[in-house]
Each structure stands twice: as C-alpha cells, then as structure tokens.
C-alpha cells in the first residue's frame, strides 16, 4: 500500500530530526575533544541518515509525479532508486 504525501512528509521530518539529534551529538563530541575516530564513525551516522531522508524525499516525488498506481511497478522503481542511492 501507497503512502500518503502527510505519511511521507511525517516519516521526512523524522528522519530529519533524527539526523539533527546525530549532528548535536557530533558537536557535542568536537567541543569535548573526543578522538577522531569517534567522530568520524558518528558523522558516517549523520551521512547515512540525511541519504535516507534524501531517498525519502525522491520517492515520494516520484510517487507523486507519477500517473503509476500499479503498486509492483512502484514498487520496482523503489528498488531502482535504493540502488541507485547505494551504489552513488
């Protein structure tokens, strides 16, 4: 089943908040000298989190641009689009 454009939006905003969260803690961290490491292994969190939302924001464009209701044909381009964004 399709979601609806305030589904989407509200799984968007979400994932979005989620990844400001991350970004906070990754200030916390520089202000508190953490090692880099560290750091960098949460700001990969940060990437992967603002990539899905960007994944999010495309398919829902994608739903909403296209005159497919053909829930497997939509489905198949959601699958073109995860590895589209995986292999980027």
Known sequence: MSQT???SNKKITSRLKRS?????????MMDEGKPCDEVLMQLSAV?????????LVIAQNIRSKSNCKD??????L???L?????TK
């Open 20 to 28: 400001r969260g991350q970004l906070d803690a990754v200030l916390r």
């Open 78 to 80: 959601q699958k073109s």
């Open 47 to 55: 990437k992967s989190s603002v990539d899905k939302a960007m994944k």
């Open 82 to 86: 995860d590895l589209m964004l995986k």
């Open 71 to 76: 829930e497997q044909q939509l489905a198949e």
């Open 5 to 7: 454009p305030e589904e």
